[in-house]
């Protein structure tokens, strides 16, 4: 992230997950966070000056609800990614290669995340 700030206010204020604990990015006192999620450690966010170059989906949730995440997500201000080449239904979510259903969202820096679900 460009700003460690901003992230807290998503990773934490939308997105709800729990920060296990915050340190230091390169020169940053407190630039990182380490976020709880499927019930141990899974995202380090920290704050840097590359933060959102990659087009690539940096990080995926497997859920069993997606409509459920998705309709909880969307209430809480995050919003998801359409793409013009993919069929998307009214909440934002495609079916997925192979099987299953995928949604995206981005972060404020423009980072891509996922959520996909076998169902």
Do not use: C
Request: glycine fraction near 12%; proline fraction near 3%; avoid cysteine.
């Amino acid at each position: 992230m460009s700003d460690i700030q901003v992230a807290v206010a998503f990773y934490e204020g939308r997105l709800g997950l729990e920060a296990l604990r915050s340190g230091p990015s390169a020169t940053i006192a407190d630039g990182s966070r380490i976020y709880a999620s499927g019930g141990g450690p899974a995202l380090n966010v920290y704050q840097s000056i590359t933060a959102g170059k990659t087009p690539a989906t940096l990080a995926t949730w497997y859920v069993d609800d997606i409509d459920q995440i998705v309709d909880e997500l969307t209430s809480s201000g995050v919003e998801f990614v359409r793409y013009d080449h993919l069929e998307h239904d009214a909440r934002g979510i495609t079916a997925r290669a192979g099987g299953g259903r995928i949604a995206w969202f981005q972060d404020p820096d423009g980072n891509t995340f996922a959520l996909e679900a076998d169902v």
